[in-house]
C-alpha cells in the first residue's frame, strides 16, 4: 500500500545545473490566496482580532427527502433559501449535502433556518435541517496540508475543498452557468450563434466564453489556478444525429441544459425502451413513465414516443464501503444537443476559423483575461473572507538547452529553437527494395507520378527507392487486393512493405491494414497514401512519407544526445490508454526502447477489462521488452523509466496498486530476483495551468515559454513534479505538461531526470522537433489508437519490434 509520494530527489551542483539550463522568470495564471474571518455585527463569536480562522460544517437534510444524485434541484432549493439563510447567519457556502460556514450557529439559529416559510422549488414547498458535522482550522498547518507527500492529500485537504466551494457558489450566485465539471463556468451573456453553411447544407453552433479555476496547496502557500475556457455545443438534437447515423451514436457525448448543462458519455443505445416506457421513481416510490417524469419534473413535453433511449453509465463509489457502483442513466435523444463538432464542420475552413474566433486565443489575450477574471473572483470573495493577490503570479523557472541532434555523416541539425529541419542524409543508410506498391487502375497516371516524386524525394536524405511491384484493380473491393496481395505472397517471399494509394473509405482502409499488420494478418509494414494530399505540395508530402516508412522500418533517422549521468543501461517506457474502447475492454498502448540510445522500440498492447486488478498481460509485455533489449545489447537494463498517461489525481493509488506492481512482476518474470532502478512519472497534458513570457523590447506581448522550460518550484507540491513546455508553440497558448512521480528507487538528480524527460521529447521520428511527452510515450499513444480505430486486434508478432503504426 503506497503511503507517500516519493520527496523531491536532491540537484546537482549549481556548476554542473548552470551547464545544462538558465534561470529565467515567468508568469503563471496561478495566484496566491488566504483566508481571513468575516467580521459583522451579526456574529456569534466574539468581536476584535481573531488568530484562527475557524470553519464550521453541517450536514444538510431536506423535506420531503431528495434523491440522492439529485444536485441540481438542491442548488435550487438554496439558491431560492439564499437570502433568507444569509439574514439569519451571513455568508456561507452549500456543496454536495454539506453547508460550511465561518460561524458556530446557535440552535437557535439552526430552527429559524428549519423554519423558512416558502421555500416553494418546482411546485413543491421544502424545508432545511442542519446537523453540526465538525469543525476545521483554515489556518492550521495540517488542515493546509503542508506536508503533500501524501498520495490523497487533496482528497482530505479540507481548506481547499472548502475555497473550491465557496467560489463555485459565489459564481452561481453571479449567474454563471456551470457546465460540465472541474468548475467551468460560462458568462450566459457570452453566448452567440456560429451559422456554418457546409456539404450537407445549414448548421448552427452554440459558442459560449467563461473561465475555469482549481484551488490547490502548493510548497507553501494556496494557490488559485484561473483560466479562460469556451464550450462550442451544436443545436443538433441527439434524435436527428441517430436519425442520421443509423442510431450508431456509442462513445459520443451529449449535453443537457434542462439540468444545468450535464454532459454524458453515451455507451449504448437501448431500443427496447421509449418514452412511453416506465421506470420507479425514487422519489415516490411508484412507476412513472419517462415522458411523464419530465412533464412533471422540467415542464418539458417530450414529441416522439417512439424514439429509443440513450443509456449512460454513472460510476461512484459509495461513501462508507468505497464499492464501486454503476447505474444506467437514461436520457431521451429529443432533448439532448450533441457535443463537439461533425467530421464535416471540421473540414469546412470557414467554420473552423469562426469557431477559433471563441476557442483560440493569442498568449497576450489569455493572460490579460486570466488577470481580468483574478480581479473579479477577488471581488466577490473578499466578503467571504478569501484574499487572492492578484500580482503574487510571478514565479521561477529554468530553460534547458535543446539535445545535440546527430544525422548521417556526423551532422548535426539545429535545435536552438527547438523544430529543426533535416536537410541531409538519415543516420542510418537506408534502402527501399522489393517493395510492392497496389492501386486502382483509374490512378494509373498519378501513382507513376508519385513514385518519381517519392524517389527524387528521398534523395536528400540518402534513402534509395527501387522500383516497386505494381499491383492493380479496377475496383475498390478489399477483399480483391486482399486476395491479389495474398496469392503474390504465397509464390513469392513477403515485400519489405506494402504501400496502397487511393481516395479510399475507412472500412476499405482497416481492411487492408487488418490483413496486413494484425495478430491473423501476414504481419509486414504498410503505408497508405491519399492522391488527395499530394496537391498541393508533391514534394514536402513525399518526404515525410519516406521518413516515415524508415520509421516504421525500425531504422534511424537521427539521434538524441543522452544526457550525462545517464547509465547507459537504461530502458524507457511509454503506457497510453486509448479512448475508444474493443468490446468495452480498454486499448493499453506499451512501447519500450529496447537500445542504448533509444532509437528502437518494442511495442504491445494489453487490451484489459475494466475490473483486471492483476494485470498478468502487462506483466508478460514488460517481460518480453526486457527480452528484446537484451537480444538488441547483449545486457539487461539497469534503470527502468516508465511515462504513464495521467489518469486523474484520485488514481494514483490506483497506478501504484495494479501498475507499478505489474510492472514489478515483469521483471520477475523475466529472471527471478531481477529488480531493476525503477521510476515511474504519471503524466498529464490535460491541465490549466499555463506560464507566459513576460513582455521584452522586442516582443512587447506576452509570449509562449520557449521549449525547454521547466518549472519545479512554488506552483508546485514537496513530492517530485515539475511542469514542462517542450513543444515550440508559435500559435495558440502552449499547455505545460505536468510529471507526478508516483515511484523512484533510482539515483537520478531532478534536474537529470528534467533533462532525459525534456530530450526524449526529440525522439519521436514523425515530427522533426519536440512533441509534448517523451516519444515513447508519444508512440504507446499512436498504438493504442491504431488498434482501437482500426485493427481492433492485436498486431501480427512480426511487428513488435516496428513502429507499423505511425
Given at each position: ?210 473561465f475555469t479555476f482549481n484551488v490547490t496547496p502548493s510548497q507553501d502557500k494556496v494557490h488559485i ?244 511491384f505494381f499491383f492493380s484493380q479496377r475496383d475498390w473491393n478489399a477483399k480483391n487486393w486482399i ?324
Open positions: 500500500m503506497l503511503q507517500q509520494l516519493p520527496k523531491r530527489p536532491p540537484k546537482s551542483s549549481n556548476a554542473d545545473i548552470s551547464k545544462i539550463c538558465k534561470n529565467i522568470k515567468l508568469l503563471s495564471n496561478m495566484f496566491t490566496m488566504q483566508v481571513e474571518a468575516p467580521v459583522s455585527s451579526d456574529s456569534d463569536e466574539p468581536q476584535g482580532y481573531v488568530s484562527k480562522v475557524v470553519c464550521y460544517q453541517y450536514d444538510v437534510e431536506f423535506s420531503p427527502s431528495i434523491a440522492e444524485d439529485n444536485r441540481t434541484l438542491r442548488y435550487k432549493i438554496f439558491k431560492e433559501a439564499r437570502r433568507n439563510i444569509e439574514q439569519i447567519i451571513g455568508k456561507f457556502s452549500f456543496a454536495g449535502k454539506s453547508l460550511f460556514s465561518m460561524r458556530n450557529l446557535s440552535k437557535d439559529k439552526i430552527t429559524k433556518i428549519k423554519d423558512i416559510a416558502s421555500i416553494n422549488v418546482e411546485g413543491q414547498t421544502y424545508s432545511i435541517l442542519l446537523r453540526f458535522t465538525k469543525t476545521f482550522e483554515v489556518n492550521d498547518e495540517s488542515a493546509q496540508n503542508q506536508d503533500k507527500t501524501t498520495v490523497n492529500y487533496k482528497k482530505g485537504n479540507q481548506v481547499t475543498q472548502l475555497l473550491n466551494i465557496i467560489l463555485k457558489s459565489i459564481m452561481r450566485e453571479q449567474n454563471y452557468l456551470e457546465i460540465g465539471k472541474n468548475s467551468k463556468f460560462f458568462d450566459p451573456n457570452s453566448k452567440s450563434d456560429i451559422i456554418i453553411n457546409g456539404r450537407n447544407g445549414t448548421s448552427t453552433l452554440e459558442a459560449y466564453k467563461g489556478m484561473i483560466d479562460y475556457c469556451s464550450r462550442i455545443i451544436r443545436k443538433e438534437t441527439a434524435l436527428e444525429y441517430l436519425k442520421a447515423n443509423n442510431n450508431e451514436i456509442s462513445g459520443l457525448s451529449v449535453i443537457t441544459q434542462y439540468n444545468n448543462f450535464q454532459i454524458y458519455l453515451i455507451d449504448r443505445v437501448d431500443k427496447n425502451k421509449t418514452p412511453s416506457s416506465t421506470f420507479l421513481n425514487k422519489k415516490t416510490n411508484t412507476q412513472i413513465t419517462f415522458a411523464q417524469y419530465f412533464k412533471e419534473r422540467y415542464g418539458i413535453q417530450i414529441r416522439d414516443m417512439r424514439q429509443p433511449l440513450l443509456v449512460h453509465k454513472r460510476k461512484y463509489r459509495e461513501a462508507n464501503t468505497n464499492v464501486q457502483i454503476i447505474e444506467e442513466v437514461y436520457l431521451v435523444p429529443e432533448i439532448c444537443k450533441m457535443t463537439g463538432l461533425t467530421d464535416d464542420q471540421r473540414g469546412n475552413f470557414q467554420a473552423m476559423k469562426d469557431v477559433a474566433v471563441h476557442t483560440k486565443l493569442t498568449p497576450q489575450q489569455r493572460y490579460q483575461n486570466s488577470v481580468q477574471n483574478c480581479r473579479f473572483l477577488s471581488s466577490k470573495a473578499n466578503a467571504s473572507g478569501i484574499k487572492i493577490d492578484e500580482k503574487s503570479n510571478l514565479i521561477d523557472a529554468v530553460q534547458l538547452r535543446p539535445p545535440r541532434i546527430t544525422l548521417g555523416g556526423n551532422k548535426t541539425a539545429n535545435s536552438e529553437k527547438g523544430n529543426f529541419d533535416i536537410r541531409t542524409h538519415t543516420l542510418d543508410k537506408i534502402e527501399f527494395k522489393d517493395w510492392s506498391l497496389i492501386y486502382n487502375q483509374k490512378d494509373d497516371g498519378q501513382v507513376d507520378q508519385f513514385v518519381q516524386t517519392l524517389r527524387k524525394a528521398s534523395q536528400a536524405y540518402g534513402i534509395d527507392v527501387s522500383e516497386p486476395k491479389e496481395l495474398d496469392e503474390d505472397f504465397s509464390k513469392n517471399d513477403l515485400p519489405q512493405f506494402v504501400m496502397s494509394f487511393g481516395q479510399v473509405q475507412t472500412g476499405f482502409y482497416s481492411e487492408i491494414k487488418k490483413f496486413l499488420t494484425s495478430s491473423n494478418g501476414v504481419g509486414i509494414e504498410s503505408q497508405h497514401v491519399v492522391p488527395k494530399s499530394l496537391q498541393k505540395n508533391a514534394m514536402s508530402v513525399a518526404s515525410k512519407i519516406a521518413l516515415q516508412i524508415a520509421s516504421k522500418l525500425g531504422r534511424r533517422i537521427w539521434q538524441v544526445e543522452t544526457p550525462a549521468g545517464i547509465d547507459q543501461n537504461t530502458m524507457i517506457i511509454g503506457i497510453e490508454t486509448s479512448m475508444k474502447k474493443i468490446k468495452n475492454q480498454q486499448v493499453i498502448g506499451v512501447v519500450a526502447s529496447i537500445n542504448k540510445d533509444f532509437t528502437k522500440y518494442f511495442s504491445d498492447v494489453d487490451v484489459r477489462k475494466e475490473n483486471d486488478t492483476a494485470l498478468p498481460t502487462l506483466s508478460k509485455i514488460v517481460a518480453k521488452a526486457i527480452e528484446a533489449y537484451v537480444k538488441n545489447t547483449k545486457a539487461v537494463p539497469s534503470e527502468v523509466i516508465v511515462y504513464r498517461q495521467g489518469l486523474g489525481e484520485g488514481q494514483i493509488q490506483q497506478s501504484f496498486n495494479l501498475e507499478i506492481k505489474a510492472i514489478q512482476i515483469g521483471f520477475n518474470n523475466f529472471k527471478a530476483g531481477y529488480n531493476p532502478r525503477l521510476a515511474f512519472f504519471q503524466v498529464n497534458r490535460k491541465i490549466g495551468q499555463k506560464f507566459y513570457q513576460q513582455p521584452t523590447g522586442d516582443k512587447p506581448e506576452y509570449q509562449n515559454p520557449a521549449s525547454g522550460t521547466i518549472v519545479a518550484s512554488q506552483v508546485v507540491q514537496n513530492n517530485f513534479e515539475f511542469f514542462m513546455a517542450a513543444q515550440n508553440c508559435n500559435s495558440g497558448v502552449c499547455t505545460p505538461t505536468k510529471y507526478t512521480c508516483l515511484y523512484n528507487s533510482t539515483n537520478l538528480k531532478e534536474d537529470q531526470i528534467w533533462q532525459l524527460t525534456y530530450y526524449q521529447t526529440f525522439n519521436y521520428y514523425n515530427w522533426q522537433g519536440p512533441v509534448r511527452v517523451p516519444a515513447a510515450m508519444k508512440y504507446a499513444e499512436k498504438l493504442a489508437k491504431f488498434v482501437s480505430d482500426t485493427l481492433q486486434d492485436a498486431a501480427n508478432e512480426n511487428l513488435t519490434n516496428s513502429l507499423f503504426y505511425l
